[in-house]
């Protein structure tokens, strides 16, 4: 049995020596994210090239997301480094006094629409929502507040405005510049945080564009208005990331599971993948074993339909990073055994407009309906493969390509198992017993078995698959 969920794991300091790089492939890492808040480019570009080289090492299709850090709205510093704010306390936010002076009774801020943004009776939440401040009254930069939910306060802690509303812009111009990076750097998708429509994903797919990239979009969904604007978003996208943190602490805690679920099946309907994160395996950053919560939230993931469960910490700072893949693989693995995960309606009772989504879904029906040991998909964009990986099946799906775009693209596709291949264009028969021959000398079929093949007739042309062939393996 092969895993269909893929695994996305954060590099960070507790990642950068080759043997943990190693076993963390090993253990099954499908796509590694680059958190560009933190860290240069030449420290991402080291990275990024251990991983690659990892990959060939192991012989292995590695995807590489890039992470935008987005417009992170933060309060300034404490002379003293941290305060202690009381329940009932008045505190307020200036953005006109200095960045390093905060006290007890007030801090700076360089966001400077801050004031502008927010209004009386609004509820500010600090440190991913660990202090409420309830806004009294709003003075030019100056933010006057009743402490709704003291504790301890440090320096630089981000700021949310419950329910959404802050206007500050999803792209930054460090976000722009690092768009021009993530290009250069060739990786598979860049993640845009906190955008609030679809202008956000479309701004950022012409800004890559014009750097000369070809990274597929993942819009990180963790505003409120996120939330409201989801349909659009999620067509503007080339996938869609349900970022839990920020979205808790905007919407509330106990709105998140539910809208998960929605994000998830929507993406689904729309043949767009997702990636669930935060906090998946919080508590293996110091523990061997992962609490029972944590393995329901994996699983709710993976039953629900995800594409992709993503580790942060766990990975990036944790002390056991290869551990807790293997980890967050076992569940997955004990949870696609389930007859339920074999079984799917999606768009059943569709019509459809083009040729090479009829063959993928063509495909699906018959290897679910016979006894079907592989698919093998001669793509050279992934989009065959990624339509097929909306259904649910036990048949593994090989996306056979030369082009590295569509490689990249399919490591986060659902039960799609990228593989390199040379293709010659010339003899549509070599190129099936090339496909054939592949699947059995590694083996993943054995002779005799049924096979089922989708091609074009014109290999090498995008969106050309137009054939579907079911045949033994020999």
Known sequence: MIRRTKIVATLGPATDSPETLDMMVQAGVDVVRVNFSHGNVALHRRRIEAVRACAVRLGRQVGILVDLQGPKIRIAKFAEGSVLLDAGSCFAIDTEIPLSAGTSLEVGSEYPDLARDVLAGNILLLDDGRIALQVKKVSGARIETEVLVGGRLSDNKGINLKGGGLSARALTAKDRQDIQDAAALQVDYVAISFPRGADDILEARRLLAEAGGTAGIIAKIERAEAVVNIH?????????????????????????????????????????PVITATQM???????????????????????????????????????????VVTAVHRVCMAVEKQPAMCRSGHRINHSFERVDEVIAMTAMYAANHMNIKAIAAITASGTT???????????????LSNQPIALGRMTLFRNVFPIAVEIDASDAGDIQ??????????????????VILTKGD?????????????VVAE
Not at 294 to 312: C, F, Q
Not at 386 to 396: E, G, K, Q, V
């Open 385 to 399: 493969p990624l339509w097929m990986s909306r259904i649910r099946t036990a048949t593994p799906i090989y996306g």
């Open 281 to 323: 395996m919080e508590s293996m950053i110091h523990s061997t074993v992962p609490t029972r919560a944590e393995v329901s939230d994996v699983a709710n993931a993976v039953l629900d339909g995800t594409d992709a469960v993503m580790l942060s910490a766990e990975t990036a700072v944790g002390e056991y990073p290869a551990a």
């Open 232 to 272: 659009e978003i999620i067509e503007a996208a080339d996938g869609v990331m349900v970022a839990r943190g920020d979205l808790a602490v905007e919407i509330g805690d106990a709105e998140v599971p539910a809208i998960q679920k929605q994000i998830i099946r929507l993406a689904g309907e729309l043949n767009k």
């Open 433 to 450: 017993a090339m496909a054939i021959a592949l699947l059995i000398d590694r083996g993943l079929v054995q002779r005799g078995d049924y």
């Open 458 to 470: 014109h290999p090498g042309v995008h969106g050309g698959a137009n054939v579907m062939k079911i």
